[in-house]
């Protein structure tokens, strides 16, 4: 893929009356897998919804694979899932998938395609309800790959799993983006940093970092991420 996954500049958001995103600017290149991280509140949620087209901009833009965001074209390019799960607990993992996939207007192949990328294949016919959490999050993913997106936005994806779903899971992301898919990866867990390649760390609306976890810890001298963070957190206040 010829160019850049994504690309913002000088985005502002405002949500509500009240701005959530303040100038931010960052480029994505294709192929990567980029954490999202800072804490609860740091505007995580709405970048990535303004990334899959789901926010109105205040001012700035953002390009989606050489787009504008919310462009009709990437509807198959960029696949989705949000923090909340956006599957039915009384259908099955076969019909959860089968349901979006008609939806969209993709074949019963893709389906089978999906389900076995995440590795649900002996849970096709479990009710979601009956699944674990690392189970149910790899229904709402393979909903999200419906259609071999180049671009995966994937909002707190582990949120609440045992460390040991959670490395599975991460298995799974780096699968992908050695395939080539682009993930941007939110998360508030400051040790998940360390399976990105590259990071875009948030605070209260504005970006205080953008650079691989190697230059981000060599800036700050420091020998983790959340040290780092707290660096740049307090570097910033005596800027302010």
Same mark, same amino acid.
């Given at each position: ?15 509500d ?9 960052f ?15 740091s ?21 989606v694979?050489?787009?504008?965001a919310?462009?009709?074209?990437l509807?198959?390019? *960029?696949?989705?899932?949000? @923090? %909340?799960?956006?599957?039915? /607990?009384? !259908? =099955?993992?076969r +019909? ?21 990328? *995440?590795?649900?294949?002996? @849970? %096709?016919?479990?009710?979601? /309800?009956? !699944? =674990?959490?690392? +189970? ?7 909903i ?30 780096? +699968? ?9 990866v ?20 504005r ?34």
């Amino acid at each position: 893929m010829d160019g850049l996954a994504v690309e913002a500049r000088h985005l502002s958001i405002v949500r509500d009356k009240l701005r959530t995103l303040y100038n931010v600017s960052f480029q994505v290149q294709p192929g990567t897998i980029v954490g999202l991280i800072g804490p609860s509140g740091s505007g995580k949620t709405t970048l990535m919804r303004t990334i899959v087209g789901l926010q109105t901009i205040a001012d700035g833009s953002v390009d989606v694979l050489g787009l504008p965001a919310g462009s009709s074209a990437l509807r198959d390019r *960029v696949g989705y899932m949000a @923090q %909340t799960p956006s599957v039915y /607990e009384d !259908l =099955s993992v076969r +019909q959860n998938i089968a349901y979006f996939a008609g939806i969209l207007g993709y074949p019963r192949s893709e389906v089978d395609r999906v389900i076995h990328e *995440v590795d649900l294949a002996k @849970q %096709t016919t479990q009710r979601v /309800e009956a !699944l =674990s959490g690392g +189970q149910r999050a790899r229904v709402s993913l393979a909903i999200a790959l419906l259609g071999r997106p180049a671009l995966l936005v994937l909002d707190e994806p582990t949120v609440g799993l045992d460390p040991v779903l959670r490395q599975s899971l991460w298995g799974l992301f780096r +699968q992908l983006g050695d395939s080539g898919v682009t993930l941007i990866v939110s998360s508030h867990v400051m040790d998940e940093a360390a399976r990105c390649d590259t990071l875009l760390l948030t605070r209260g609306g504005r970006l205080i970092a953008n650079d691989s976890v190697s230059n981000i810890l060599a800036q700050t001298g420091t020998g983790d991420v959340e040290s780092a963070f707290l660096q740049l957190v307090e570097k910033g206040k005596r800027h302010v």
